[in-house]
Nanobody, 116 residues
Framework: QVQLVESGGGLVQPGGSLRVSCVAS????????MRWYRQFSGKRREMVAA???????TYPDSVRGRFTISRDNAGNTVYLQMNSLKPEDTAVYYC??????????WGKGTLVTVSS
């Protein structure tokens, strides 16, 4: 079992920056990928960043160049640095982990609000 705990959400002005974090605990010996998703009110979740076991990353066009995913050396903590934030980035941001065995885990989410 893996537990994921997000932190760092909050209110930020348009054009500002925010970093959210996700700490993974439990059976984290074999992680295939860690990702950040977001969910707008009433919408399905969309992936905004992924980092794979080899260190590669991927982003959708909507955030590429503004968002950066990274992880610590132990590989158990993943960060999402969000720059040039827009009101349309307002959402609940969820951490996701996929283990090497294919098991999937989700955090409970952290709210990011971009507003003046």
């Amino acid at each position: 079992q893996v537990q994921l705990v997000e932190s760092g959400g909050g209110l930020v002005q348009p054009g500002g920056s925010l970093r959210v974090s996700c700490v993974a605990s439990g059976s984290t010996e074999n992680i295939s990928s860690m990702r950040w998703y977001r969910q707008f009110s009433g919408k399905r979740r969309e992936m905004v960043a992924a980092i794979f076991s080899g260190g590669g990353t991927t982003y959708p066009d909507s955030v590429r160049g503004r968002f950066t995913i990274s992880r610590d050396n132990a590989g158990n903590t993943v960060y999402l640095q969000m720059n040039s934030l827009k009101p349309e980035d307002t959402a609940v941001y969820y951490c996701y982990l996929r283990g090497g065995d294919g098991m999937e885990y989700w955090g409970k989410g952290t709210l990011v609000t971009v507003s003046s």
